[in-house]
C-alpha cells in the first residue's frame, strides 16, 4: 500500500555520478507487485534509457510485464544495475537488449535506435528517461562544462532520440519524455537541471503538435521526488540532504520509482491513452499546479 512506503529519514550516503541502485539503502522498490497487468503493450517494442535504474527501471519492468520486449540504454559504470533489471525482465517472459554508452555523444542515440530496431525489427515506444543534476549553491559554483552536460543529457539527448527514432516509428508508435516537478516551479539549487526540464515540456509539446497527422503521440511525465540513484549521486549534495530527501514533499516522502511507472504504461497504451498528446503528467505526491 502506499502508506506503506518508506519514508525519511533514510541513512545517511553519498556515491560518485552516476550512481548504483545496488548501493542505495533503501534499495528502490520497482517491482510494483500490487500491480496487474493485463497486456496493454503486447508485442510492442520499447527502448528505454536511463532504463537501469530508478524510474527506468521500474518502467521497463513494467512494460515487460504488459508484454513488450525492451531495449535499455545506460552508462557502462551502470553495467551491473543494467543486469539486474535484464534479469527482472527476463523474468516475465520477456527479451531485453543491454545498450551502454554515453547519449552525450551525438552519434550514440542513433546507434542506440539502430540496435534495437535491428535486434527486434521495430520500434513502437521510445522513453526519453536518462538524466543528470548536480545542486549548486549559486549560479557562479555553475561551469559552463557543467551546463553542457546538463543539457546534452537532458535535452540533446532527447532531440536526437526522437529524431532517429521517428525514422522507425509507425501510425500508434509514441514517445514519452521525463520531465521534473522543476520545470513547473524551478529550484534554486538546481537551475540547470530546472532550465532542461522546461525544455522537455515545451520540446514535448511541439513534437506533439507536429505529429497528431502521423498518429504518433509525444508527452511527459512530470514527478516529483523519487527515491533513485540521481540522489545520492549529486555532486552537490550532501549524506544529510540524502538522509531527508523528499521530506517537505505533501506526502512527507520521495515516491518509489514503481509508483512513477503506472503513469508510463498509461501513455504508452493507445487502449488508454489514444486521445492524450502533448500533456505533461504531474504524478508529484500532492503538489498541485494550476489548471
Not at 545498450?99 to 542515440?109: I, Q, R, S, Y
Not at 535491428?118 to 549559486?138: P, T, Y
Not at 516537478?181 to 509539446?205: H, M, Q, R, V
Request: charged residues 25%.
Amino acid at each position: 500500500m502506499a502508506h506503506a512506503q518508506p519514508k525519511p529519514p533514510f541513512p545517511e550516503q553519498h556515491q560518485e555520478a552516476p550512481g548504483l541502485e545496488s548501493k542505495l539503502r533503501p534499495r528502490p522498490r520497482y517491482e510494483a507487485r500490487q500491480y496487474k497487468a493485463a497486456g496493454k503493450l503486447e508485442d510492442k517494442v520499447a527502448l528505454v534509457t536511463g532504463g537501469d535504474s530508478g524510474i527506468g527501471r521500474a518502467v521497463a519492468v513494467l512494460y515487460a510485464r504488459e508484454g513488450a520486449d525492451v531495449a535499455i540504454a545506460y552508462l557502462p559504470e551502470e553495467q551491473s544495475d543494467a543486469d539486474e533489471t535484464r534479469k527482472a525482465i527476463e523474468s516475465h517472459g520477456r527479451r531485453c537488449l543491454l545498450l551502454a554508452g554515453d547519449l552525450t555523444v551525438p552519434d550514440e542515440c542513433e546507434r542506440i535506435v539502430e540496435a534495437t530496431v535491428k535486434e527486434f525489427g521495430k520500434l513502437d515506444i521510445l522513453v526519453s528517461n536518462a538524466a543528470h543534476q548536480a545542486r549548486k549553491e549559486s549560479l557562479d559554483e555553475l561551469s559552463d562544462e557543467e551546463l553542457t552536460r546538463t543539457f546534452e543529457t537532458n535535452v540533446y539527448a532527447y532531440f536526437r532520440l526522437a529524431r532517429a527514432a521517428l525514422r522507425h516509428m509507425r501510425r500508434g508508435s509514441c514517445i514519452i519524455a521525463t520531465s521534473s516537478e522543476t520545470a513547473i516551479f524551478g529550484s534554486k539549487e538546481l537551475p540547470d537541471y530546472s532550465a532542461t526540464k522546461g525544455a522537455i515540456n515545451s520540446l514535448t509539446k511541439t513534437l506533439a503538435s507536429r505529429l497528431i497527422e502521423k498518429g504518433i503521440r509525444v508527452n511527459a511525465v512530470a514527478p516529483g521526488p523519487v527515491w533513485t540513484p540521481l540522489n545520492p549521486s549529486d555532486a552537490g549534495s550532501t549524506p544529510d540532504k540524502v538522509a531527508h530527501f523528499g521530506e517537505d514533499n505533501p506526502m512527507q516522502r520521495p515516491a518509489q520509482p514503481e509508483e512513477l511507472a503506472p503513469a508510463y504504461v498509461f501513455l504508452a497504451s493507445e487502449a488508454d491513452s489514444s486521445y492524450v498528446t502533448g500533456i505533461v503528467l504531474p504524478v508529484m505526491g500532492g503538489e498541485t499546479t494550476g489548471g
